[in-house]
């Protein structure tokens, strides 16, 4: 993946703490099967401190916002990646789980 890892930075006076720790919803920026299996707006649960900036907006395949926007989720050819923590999302996690073992989740179908 052509990308840079950040850190995030509140902005001054932010009671935004770092690291994002919490539910926060992941908002699908294209169709694509990881996603489209959802009946509500997916929310997963997440723990970090940095997030992925790329000028390639072709491999985001969701967004959450933290402070800024940012890739949550991204994908490229059969490989897949996410920010948050699937296993530990509940039904909204293991859905995406069930989808990408299944593979249903591949750019490359």
């Not at 000028?55 to 994908?75: H, N």
């Amino acid at each position: 993946m052509e990308a840079e890892t950040r850190r995030f930075q509140p902005p001054a006076g932010s009671r935004l703490k770092v690291p994002h720790m919490g539910w926060n919803e992941a908002r699908p920026t294209r169709l694509h099967p990881l996603f489209d299996c959802f009946q509500e707006k997916p929310r997963f649960y997440f723990v970090h401190s940095y997030y992925m900036a790329t000028d390639r907006p072709e491999t985001v395949l969701a967004e959450t916002e933290y402070g800024q926007a940012f890739a949550s989720a991204i994908v490229r050819d059969n490989m897949a990646g996410v920010q948050f923590h699937p296993e530990k999302s509940h039904r909204f996690g293991m859905t995406m789980l069930h989808a990408f073992a299944t593979k249903r989740g591949s750019d490359a179908s």
